[in-house]
């Protein structure tokens, strides 16, 4: 009966779903807290969560031979908890890059995307690290959803901040902690630019691809694999489409983070969906 359940294509879909709600709401309580705490507080945080990231990297490394959906369920949230990690220090202010502040008005459109690369270059540097070691990890893998959970995530950020840059009609920086603020000024809210249509086209068809993979599975392990993949996916594939509706997507984090006083200081254009 266990394994039944656990291979359910339904139940992984629901899980995924579940995860992507959970984690990105405690990243955020873990980033508001740090803030009244101040710097050190941002010091503590990504200290404190450093077990996650161990934890991490030992469960991608105890499942490359595991064909069992138990073990793609550890791949997919170990692969979640080193990402996860790398967002926690981001959003924290200790892996970000060079240029921390913010993007005079008016500059040419290829200043202020040097300014906008400035202010994550660190941060897509360990990125990139982090998807060269699970593609090695996992090259001759068994189990190789650690790799696609992560190549699945890297790919959509890159989507959504490249549309961030380019311009969207709605960006939520509510949850934005205090050691990005700068980050706004670097992206454009207005009319959709070319790249959005381009992202969603990509994204609707990586989703197909996942659920014809998961149609035509004949394991468990990969009919476990492909519905987590098909729901990740789809998840990032409507953080882009809140890009561009009127939905208050803030209110799904809500009960978890109190509504913030208003600041006049504050720039209040940003981006926090997602993990």
Not at 58 to 73: F, N
Not at 249 to 264: F, N
């Amino acid at each position: 009966m266990g394994g039944a359940v656990l291979s359910s294509p339904w139940i992984a879909g629901v899980l995924a779903l579940f995860i992507w709600w959970f984690s990105t709401g405690i990243i955020l309580v873990a980033v508001k807290s740090a803030d009244r705490a101040g710097r050190d507080g941002h010091v503590l945080s990504g200290l404190l969560a450093l077990p996650v990231l161990i934890c991490g990297v030992w469960g991608v490394m105890q499942t490359t031979g595991r064909s069992d959906p138990l073990a793609v369920y550890l791949a997919f949230g170990s692969a979640l908890a080193i990402w996860g990690w790398i967002e926690l220090a981001f959003l924290a202010g200790l892996v970000t890059g060079p240029n921390r502040a913010p993007c005079p008005p008016f500059v040419p459109e290829w200043e202020r995307f040097l300014r906008a690369w400035g202010t994550i270059a660190y941060h897509e540097m360990l990125l990139v690290i982090a998807f060269v070691w699970l593609a090695w990890v996992t090259r001759d893998a068994v189990n190789p959803f650690a790799f696609w959970t992560f190549g699945v995530l890297f790919a959509a950020r890159i989507s959504a901040k490249l549309n961030l840059f380019f311009g969207v009609p709605k960006i939520n920086t509510e949850f934005l902690p205090r050691p990005l603020a700068h980050l706004p000024s670097h992206f454009r809210r207005g009319r959709q630019s070319w790249l959005f249509p381009v992202s969603i086209t990509l994204l609707s068809f990586a989703t197909a691809c996942w659920l014809e993979r998961l149609y035509s599975a004949e394991t468990a392990m990969a009919v476990v694999g492909f519905a987590l993949l098909s729901a990740l996916t789809a998840l990032a594939l409507l953080e882009h489409w809140l890009m561009v509706l009127p939905l208050p997507d803030e209110k799904l984090w809500r009960w978890m983070i109190p509504a913030p006083k208003p600041d006049p200081k504050r720039l209040t254009r940003g981006d926090t969906h997602g993990f």
